[in-house]
């Protein structure tokens, strides 16, 4: 056990902390009113250890498995019987059950010493009082007792020891620092020897031994303690030797240790370098390390998402280029991926003053970067420096023009660097599924992959091109048995599991934990952005939509928007619209869980609210007529489309985030999002053939709307499944939902809705070929249309009478009633009604032998068509053009008309264009 000389108060006592109190930092043991707990078995012991260290005492049966029973499948059951028998020994903070598949205590922090002893670091981090501080730091180091979970076995409480531990030693290094700074160098001598016994390798402490040597007016013992430091280490302290110890430099120079200089440095990771694609990037960044891109320095930033293959990309051009860089590659990880990790200047620059063999004159950072700068003028070295943190990070390390060349690597995208620098920026995306699958191959080998084919398309769609996941994938097939594979592909394709089985343990191979190294250098409101985007159903969200996330915060938001562009959390596919990587994603919604589930669901209704309101402007653009029980947006400022083709492009830009968006609504039992949203969709998914979507989404829309809404929107859903049968020739299906659309409406004295629903019945049956039938339903309807003063339903009808009389060969009285129809919709903004009623009209003249004025009436018809991107009906205007076109004796004419409805099917997907242009000239 270390000896640390105390030099503070004594931890207070149970009683001054409470009743219970709970020891980590050392033996693990548990003190009630000061008498140790008995605990019922090691395990017990060992779960209440995990359970103290685990976020909230909160922790999964998985991760209990891991710490208590490695290796073994989980069993719930024996963690059961042994929080049962925790249960027995310390009631006071276990509850009576818990939640499925965790375990959970209930600890106040200062009963825990391992908080108390972080609490009181961060009393000491936050406070200028070097006093204040350094009683801080005593105390925290006072709280330990011990070897943290000694006795306890395993790799998993290795490795949380390990971490406790190295806290520990940086508390010793600050505290030794604070004696330092308060004139208490004898102090500060023996903590740091007291230290060294336990952590002889730490560099750390032995340059505050020595600044304590120094500040004691001990020099003379500096000079064998760093040597023998080197014997036992291996490595070099000559970065301590900066600081003038000797007072021995001449003054005059730079002094060069070529003489003593080890071999040309080639820094570059063992084995080969395994990179799949990025043939131009590769070809790129050649040409701008060997100076030959005009306009750019032999400086190259790569920047990308973590994970995505830099510093590979990076070390496999350095080795292309080694030829050209005749005294070295040198590759320094400048740690800037976390705050705790990240090094100081004149540390790396000591590092490699050491490696180039030269020392400073002067002892101070510019001195050191003069010598630096000096050195690398006249020498051909090419710098790898990796993980920078942002621009003032990297921008002393860089080589001044001349031969030396430098690849600089970070998550940031570094304009800094290329304006005032000349850089070239090179940003790196995901791998496309070719080059991915071939990545998984290399890393299987031929006889894993023919083993893994059946599971490939899986691995590489769910690791999203993304060669830290495929290659962490590769690892874990490689090491299990064959039969596991599927186990595995099973894990990675769920969303809740998918980081987990990214994951070998360690941040350079997790992808969660290379993702929280990102997440933790976000200000808060990127933060916040990220994981309202996480909850976002959409694979891309527009500008308006990502400010109308966080009204309150949206002076933050162009910022944080920039702020995630830059991290590479963020893609701009296209011009203000905005995605997240899929494990972004999924990383982001994991962390929208600390939130709690009203935070959660108020980001979700503001998303359904935006989504909702555009889409219902967007929807009464198409279809003036469409009535839906939507509330005003409020404070949200909705852009209504200039016409149907802006609302068409709306709503196919914004599909699949609709689509998405319905399901949200759904999982979160937000049945008036459920059903509105599906019917603001009708509209343009039956004008853009998605007819078995609209079907699907109107099938879920039907019992949310019986939940939320009355009869009236019942009916109306239940018309609208009618027509997307009806679309999809389920004639039998649509009759029923029309049928009993009228009965509801009739039962509920709906006279508007019975009227609807009349008129679509008329529809149906004239499409079946009873217009005698038709007329009755058309007649009713409006005589109600007529009654309720709707001119959208009374022009409506008044074309749907004249189809009928035109199927009986009364094409007078069909004439009449469309003409009538089309006076009446003139005026109104129903586009869609006003080029049906050109169409009959344009059949009508056709069947009395005038194909003169047939074409008129159809070419009008076809320009509102195509006005309202109304691909399948402009295609059977044309053909019907065509007919009269042909009639009239106008042969080339009609050949073209024949051929633009060619093209407007292929355009809409159809696999046989003649098969459709003959089901078009058949229709009704």
């Known amino acids: 056990m270390l000896s640390f000389p105390m030099l503070a108060d004594p931890p207070r006592t149970g009683r001054e902390r409470g009743i219970m109190e709970f020891r980590l930092l050392g033996p693990v043991a548990v003190l009630r009113a ?419 084919a059946p599971f490939a398309a899986d691995i590489v769609e769910h690791c999203s091109g993304l060669p830290l996941a495929l290659g962490i994938m590769a690892a874990r097939i490689t090491r299990r048995p064959v039969q596991a594979m599927s186990d595995m592909v099973r894990e990675l394709r769920v969303e809740s599991t998918r980081l987990r089985s990214l994951d070998l343990g360690s941040e350079d191979l997790s992808v969660r934990l290379s993702l929280d190294a990102s997440h933790r250098q976000l200000s808060a409101p990127a933060s916040r952005l990220l994981r309202q985007l996480a909850i976002h159903p959409g694979p891309t969200i527009s500008w308006a939509a990502l400010r109308a996330m966080d009204p309150e915060g949206e002076a933050h938001v162009s910022e944080a928007t920039d702020e995630l562009l830059r991290m590479s959390l963020m893609t701009e596919p296209s011009f203000e619209r905005y995605a997240l990587h899929d494990l972004v994603r999924v990383h982001a919604e994991a962390l929208t869980r600390e939130w709690v589930q009203a935070d959660r669901i108020r980001v979700v209704k503001r998303v359904l609210h935006f989504l909702l309101h555009h889409a219902w402007a967007c929807d009464r653009r198409l279809e003036p007529g469409r009535r839906l029980p939507i509330d005003r947006p409020g404070t949200l400022r909705i852009v209504a489309p200039a016409d149907a083709a802006e609302a068409m492009k709306w709503f196919e830009t914004e599909y699949a985030t609709l689509t998405a968006a319905v399901g949200l609504a759904q999982r979160h039992g937000l049945d008036r999002y459920t059903w509105l949203l599906s019917m603001t969709l009708v509209t343009f998914q039956w004008r853009s053939d998605r007819h078995l979507d609209a079907l699907a989404g109107i099938v879920r829309a039907l019992p949310a709307a019986t939940r939320e809404s009355g009869p009236a929107d019942v009916a109306m859903v239940r018309r609208m499944l009618a027509g997307t049968h009806r679309a999809v020739g389920n004639n039998a299906d649509a009759m029923r939902e029309l049928n009993s659309a009228v009965r509801i409406s009739d039962d509920d004295g709906d006279l508007l809705g019975a009227a609807l629903g009349r008129h679509t019945l008329g529809v149906l049956l004239r499409e079946s070929g009873a217009p005698g039938e038709a007329l009755e339903h058309f007649d009713a309807a409006l005589s109600a249309f007529e009654e309720l003063h709707d001119t959208l339903g009374q022009g409506a009808v008044l074309n749907g009478i004249g189809s009928a009389r035109y199927d009986l060969g009364h094409h007078e009285e069909a004439e009449q009633c469309c003409q009538r129809s089309l006076s009446l919709l003139a005026g109104t903004g129903d586009i869609n009604g006003q080029a049906h009623a050109h169409f009959s009209l344009g059949r009508i003249r056709m069947a009395r032998a005038d194909p003169d004025a047939a074409v008129v009436e159809l070419v009008r018809a076809r320009v509102l068509y195509r006005s309202l991107t109304y691909g399948s009906r402009e295609a059977r205007t044309l053909v019907w053009l065509a007919k009269a076109l042909r009639a009239a004796g106008r042969i080339t004419e009609s050949a073209e008309a024949m051929g633009q409805a060619r093209a407007v099917l292929r355009r809409l997907g159809e696999m046989d264009i003649d098969a459709g242009l003959d089901r078009l000239a058949r229709l009704p």
């Not at 012991?45 to 359970?51: D, F, H, N, W």
């Open 34 to 452: 000061n008498r140790v707990v008995s605990m019922r078995s090691r395990k017990v012991s060992e779960l209440l250890a995990v359970l103290l260290v685990s976020a909230g005492h909160r922790t999964s049966h998985v991760e209990v498995m891991r710490y208590l029973w490695p290796g073994e499948s989980l069993n719930s059951n024996r963690i059961r019987q042994n929080f049962h028998q925790l249960r027995l020994s310390v009631p006071e903070i276990c509850s009576e059950s818990n939640e499925r598949g965790f375990c959970r205590i209930h600890v106040q922090s200062q009963d825990l010493d391992h908080l108390r002893f972080r609490g009181l670091l961060l009393t000491a981090d936050s406070t200028r009082d070097s006093t204040v501080r350094l009683k801080s730091l005593r105390d925290a180091i006072g709280e330990w007792r011990g070897i943290p979970f000694e006795g306890m076995q395993g790799a998993a409480f290795e490795r949380k020891r390990h971490e406790l531990m190295t806290e520990l030693r940086e508390a010793m290094i600050a505290c030794v620092l604070a004696e330092l700074e308060c004139s208490l160098p004898r102090a500060a001598l023996d903590r740091t020897d007291s230290a060294l016994t336990h952590w002889p390798t730490s560099e750390p402490l032995l340059e505050l031994k020595v600044r304590a040597l120094r500040t004691l007016g001990r020099q003379d013992e500096i000079p064998p303690l760093l040597a023998e430091w080197e014997r036992e280490c291996g490595r070099s302290t000559a970065h301590l030797l900066l600081a003038d110890t000797f007072g021995t430099h001449d003054r005059g120079s730079a002094i060069s240790l070529r003489a003593m200089a080890p071999p040309r440095p080639r820094q570059l990771p063992l084995g080969p370098v395994e990179l799949v694609g990025r043939r131009r990037m590769r070809e790129r960044l050649t040409e701008v390390l060997l100076g030959r891109v005009q306009g750019r320095s032999r400086l190259a930033a790569l920047s990308g998402m973590p994970g995505v293959g830099k510093s590979a990309l990076a070390f496999e051009v350095a080795v292309a280029l080694d030829q050209y860089f005749a005294e070295g590659i040198l590759h320094v990880d400048l740690g800037g991926v976390t705050p705790e990790g990240l090094l100081r200047h004149e540390h790396v620059i000591a590092r490699l003053l050491n490696d180039l063999g030269v020392r400073p004159v002067t002892p101070t950072l510019d001195g050191m970067v003069s010598a630096y700068r000096t050195a690398l003028a006249d020498r051909a070295v090419l710098l790898i420096l990796d993980n920078a943190r942002d621009e003032e990070h990297v921008r002393p390390l860089l080589p001044p023009a001349g031969p030396s060349a430098a690849i600089v690597t970070g998550h940031r995208h570094l304009h800094g660097l290329e304006i005032r620098e000349g850089a070239e920026l090179i940003a790196l995306e995901p791998l496309d599924r070719t080059d991915a699958t071939e990545l998984l191959r290399v890393r299987l080998g031929e006889d894993r992959m023919r083993t893994a």
